[in-house]
């Protein structure tokens, strides 16, 4: 059963304006794309650093993490897009076919190869744990929640999917507990709270305290059953499964990140600032909140000063986490500002910018294929200090070819088909309803 959610009215959060109009119409927004353009290419240049330029590692990295620069810009996109998607939709079922045909084909070829590609060893061989323990940790990545239930990922950015899926979780919760009052700027509240109250919260205690397996089991079970129950079942037990999902978010963001609780927490204000951004540009929240979504980076920074990494670091490491993780967010933020002032100027017509939007709608491919080429180049140029650097920016230029080309292919033959067939699913389940 569908669950409408297209009649929203009001914020209700502090400050809160009245909304009085409906979600904003489906259409491409190109300046988003433009930021996810930004972002994919600051995250492939940050694993380019160590095969190809460590000198620049050395230098930069301690200041500015590239990678956290642009995994923050993704996620205020998804922040964005993702709940007025859900609004635009008015059902909760259609919400989640869709980014079940978006997310999980092209997921599940790159995982794939990943996992062939570590037992060949074409850089590094699989992660023992994943060896050790197939059927647990098969189940953890199906859930995309691996990264909040202590395994490691077979492919090393799957980890901001686990954020991906978190988000989706509470923002379904939200919608089906109270459809008609999200209450935008007082969950921005109540997370900036989390990020200052998770410096106290240590990573991995559930993991340790349960065991890895009985948790990604015990998470399984919750997932599964609170979603069967929002999709299908009565408005008490939507209710019921609502509560599930959220609790089981919460649970595993405060007591089961890999990282830091403040940092995970960190993450989710993030999208949820975007969230406010979205409801402000359209109309549907009152221009007091600016405030409080304003705070979010402030307070995100103030945390990562505070409180630190939230894994075993030396001194120096840790002040250099510190400072080049606030750097990252504080620039990505910046940018999306500045996209986001210049979008009514038409400022991405043809040139560098067109690019940038045409790499943006290649993205999610880039970003999950990008790894699987890289360590090719790792084994192919084992010691980058031994190749000139112009042969190096030479490298760097052939690796994105090749990562653009494999992702075009890819959005072409798996992303795009995917996509459509997810939309006709969505139709005829709609036409049953």
Do not use: K
């Amino acid at each position: 059963m569908s669950i409408n959610l297209a009649d929203l009215r009001g914020d209700g959060g502090p400050g809160a304006g009245v909304l009085t109009q409906p979600p904003p119409p489906a259409g491409r927004q190109t300046w988003l794309d433009a930021l996810r353009g930004v972002a994919v290419l600051a995250v492939l240049f940050e694993h380019l650093l160590d095969p190809l330029f460590p000198e620049v590692r050395a230098a930069v990295s301690p200041r500015f993490d590239f990678g956290q620069y642009g995994v923050m810009l993704f996620f205020l996109v998804s922040g964005y897009v993702v709940p007025a998607s859900l609004e635009r939709r008015g059902s909760v079922t259609g919400f989640w076919i869709g980014r079940v045909f978006r997310l999980y084909p092209l997921w599940a070829v790159v995982a794939l190869a990943g996992t062939v590609f570590g037992l060949a060893q074409v850089y590094a061989g699989l992660p023992v744990a994943l060896a050790e323990h197939p059927v647990t940790a098969g189940l953890a990545h199906l859930t995309m929640l691996q990264d909040f239930l202590q395994v490691v990922s077979v492919v090393n950015v799957f980890w901001t999917l686990s954020y991906e899926m978190v988000f989706y979780l509470l923002v379904t919760a939200l919608f089906v507990v109270a459809p008609h009052r999200p209450r935008t700027t007082g969950v921005l509240v109540v997370a900036m709270a989390g990020v200052l109250a998770g410096g106290l919260l240590p990573a991995g205690a559930l993991s340790r305290a349960l065991g890895g397996d009985a948790v990604v089991l015990l998470a399984t079970v919750v997932l599964v059953a609170g979603m069967a129950a929002i999709l299908g079942g009565a408005h008490r037990g939507r209710a019921c499964g609502a509560i599930a999902i959220a609790a089981l978010a919460v649970v595993l963001l405060g007591w089961n990140s890999r990282v830091g609780a403040w940092q995970s927490l960190a993450i989710v204000a993030t999208m949820f600032a975007g969230t406010a951004l979205n409801r402000l540009d359209h109309g549907r929240l009152n221009h007091g909140a600016r405030w409080v979504v304003a705070m979010v980076p402030v307070v995100c920074v103030v945390a990562a000063l505070c409180f630190g990494p939230g894994w075993g670091m030396s001194e120096e490491e840790a002040v250099a986490f510190r400072w080049s993780w606030s750097a990252a967010v504080v620039a990505a933020w910046l940018t999306f500002t500045g996209f986001r002032r210049l979008r009514p100027t038409g400022f991405l017509g043809p040139g560098p910018a067109a690019l940038l939007v045409r790499l943006g709608v290649l993205s999610y491919s880039v970003y999950l294929l990008h790894p699987l080429v890289v360590q090719v180049l790792r084994r192919l140029v084992p010691y980058p200090a031994q190749v000139p650097l112009t042969g190096r920016i030479g490298l760097s230029l052939v690796v994105a070819s090749a990562v653009v080309g494999a992702a075009t292919l890819t959005h072409r033959f798996v992303e795009l088909p995917a996509q459509a067939l997810g939309r006709r699913v969505v139709r005829a389940h709609a036409h049953r309803g």
